[in-house]
């Protein structure tokens, strides 16, 4: 199993980047996919899950109506639209698969992408 994440970069505050997580032996369709990132001298932190059944996917309060996640499926890829961004956002971003019933928390991850770094300047 392979997760890859892509997309990161340095971008000015206020812009946009869209990250992007293809998986390889995995289908995302049968597991819940979250978006974490980790900070300098802090902890990883769920940001995003989006759940294999659908629904209301879940954000965590700092980046809501900010960030979007989104899956295909088909294409086993599942993207975190982030827009507004701001100096805080600058992290590590890692993508994870799980198929835990509480799929909005971190615990029950288990499988890993290598991060791909945000850079935000203001």
């Known amino acids: 199993v392979q997760l890859q994440a892509s997309g990161g970069g340095l971008v000015q505050a206020g812009g946009s980047l869209r990250l992007s997580c293809a998986s390889s032996g995995l289908r995302t369709r049968d597991y819940h996919m979250g978006w974490f990132r980790q900070a300098p001298g802090q902890e990883r932190e769920i940001i995003a899950a989006s759940r294999r059944s659908g629904g209301n996917p879940y954000y965590a309060d700092s980046v809501k109506g900010r960030f979007a996640i989104s899956r295909d499926n088909a294409k086993n890829t599942v993207y975190l639209q982030m827009n507004g961004l701001k100096a805080e956002d600058t992290a590590v971003y890692y993508c994870?698969?799980?198929?835990?019933?509480?799929?909005?928390?971190?615990?029950?991850?288990?499988?890993w992408g290598q991060g791909t770094l945000v850079t935000v300047s203001s």
């Open positions: 994870a698969a799980s198929q835990f019933v509480n799929w909005y928390m971190a615990v029950g991850y288990k499988y």
